[in-house]
């Protein structure tokens, strides 16, 4: 009697909550309808494009070949190596700067760099070159104070690039790598320091080891966001830096060669390809980094 009366009164509560599960799955259409109109019907305008031949219109892999072969190739290298070295530099250098913040006894100084720091990360595109151009261009307000000029310095040139890129990507590192930095214990650092070892031995033996996978999840999404910049590189330096995404907008538009606009799309798809091996090492990376550091 007592099993038929439990089953009687559980039933209506399973009822409810496949009830719920069916309404929340009814939530979940629209975001599923807005994600398949914003990025399934550009990715299949992309795959298609990159398949299909601009004169014979039959679906082949010649706009793939000829993204991988000459300029088009230089273009994709140059964005990987301005993308590495950027990501490598920002992780190098935000990383003590997050670790001040989050060490710093004064709240209003960390809730000041960290507001300020969301700021910066999106600060871009045309502004962000105009700023640098008028403060370190070849008639820059420090360029003509601090002659930089006579020095052999050239805002307008890879290592330019990168010093602007930084402006964005450190901000957007100091971000990424404070939550792991506070998510290391204190108890870990009286235990080193009880056994007699230093500050650098601290940090080389328990503390690097445990940040390892959020440094390398933060330069991969540093790698990705500054692979992923136009505006930017569009404004300050053309085309006298090969850069992958400006290779796209001048075929596209006709700038060099008229009728390449399925190669771009092929150029496109070499950036998603890109962008999807990034994202396959930094997802696993974030999910190592959150069980150590939960």
Avoid at 28 to 52: H, I, N
Avoid at 217 to 240: C, D, E, K, P, Q
């Amino acid at each position: 009697m007592t099993a038929t009366l439990t089953r009687a009164d559980t039933a209506p509560a399973a009822a409810v909550q496949r009830r719920r599960r069916s309404l929340g799955g009814l939530a979940v259409v629209p975001l599923l309808a807005f994600t398949a109109l914003a990025f399934g019907l550009p990715a299949f305008a992309v795959l298609d494009g990159a398949f299909t031949a601009k004169d014979t219109g039959a679906y082949s892999t010649a706009n793939l070949s000829a993204s991988l072969q000459g300029a088009y190739l230089t273009a994709l290298l140059g964005s990987v190596k301005l993308s590495a070295v950027c990501a490598a530099l920002a992780a190098l250098l935000g990383l003590p700067l997050a670790q001040a913040v989050v060490t710093s006894r004064s709240r209003a100084l960390r809730e000041a760099v960290l507001t300020a720091s969301g700021v910066l990360a999106n600060f871009g595109g045309v502004p962000l070159a105009f700023a640098f151009v008028a403060t370190l261009g070849n008639a820059g307000v420090l360029t003509r104070h601090l002659g930089l000029s006579d020095k052999g310095w050239d805002l307008y040139s890879f290592w330019g690039l990168v010093i602007v890129y930084l402006y964005f990507l450190i901000p957007l590192m100091v971000l990424t790598i404070s939550p792991a930095l506070e998510g290391l214990r204190v108890q870990w650092r009286e235990a080193a320091q009880n056994n007699g070892a230093t500050v650098v031995q601290y940090w080389r033996y328990v503390a690097l080891p445990v940040l390892l996978p959020s440094l390398l999840g933060g330069f991969v999404l540093l790698f990705g966001s500054a692979f992923a910049a136009y505006a930017t590189a569009a404004a300050m330096v053309g085309s006298s830096v090969p850069l992958v995404t400006l290779q796209i907008a001048d075929a596209l538009s006709g700038n060099v060669l008229v009728g390449q606009e399925n190669v771009a799309l092929a150029l496109s798809l070499d950036m998603v390809l890109v962008a999807g091996l990034v994202m396959a090492v930094y997802l696993p990376l974030q999910r190592r980094s959150a069980r150590w550091l939960a």
